[in-house]
């Protein structure tokens, strides 16, 4: 089974748009580009796993590893998942959890993640990527 996924760098927000980029040093250069996300919910977009490799002096995307990401407060989770459908669920669970928030402070939301990884880890008997670093 195959599938098209258009993603895109622009935001709607009341009163206009806003382009989504991100920056990347490589060495000494510096570079701007478009972010590619998928909007969930509101401002809550899945985002590909960006890796940079000033060895190689490029940026991959990783397609096979998300992340979900508050696109105003330009705040990612702390989880990096195998699926743009586990990121999707993620983002709607945290949403959706009345004990956290996008404006809980780093700590709580690391603990809100390590919870989510270790629960995954024994409902799928598998490991899934904690929180990110």
Do not use: K
């Amino acid at each position: 089974m195959s599938a098209h996924v258009e993603m895109t760098n622009l935001r709607q927000f009341p009163g206009g748009y806003e382009q989504l980029s991100i920056r990347c040093s490589l060495g000494e250069d510096s570079f701007g580009m478009p972010l590619p996300v998928q909007f969930v919910s509101g401002p809550v977009a899945i985002t590909p796993l960006r890796v940079v490799d000033e060895q190689a002096r490029s940026v991959t995307f990783r397609m096979d590893r998300w992340q979900v990401l508050h696109t105003q407060r330009r705040q990612l989770l702390p989880l990096v998942v195998p699926g743009m459908a586990a990121a999707a669920r993620i983002a709607h669970l945290f949403q959706d959890d009345p004990g956290i928030s996008w404006e809980a402070d780093a700590v709580e939301i690391e603990a809100w993640a390590s919870a989510w990884a270790a629960r995954a880890n024994a409902a799928r008997g598998g490991e899934q990527d904690g929180p990110s670093r």
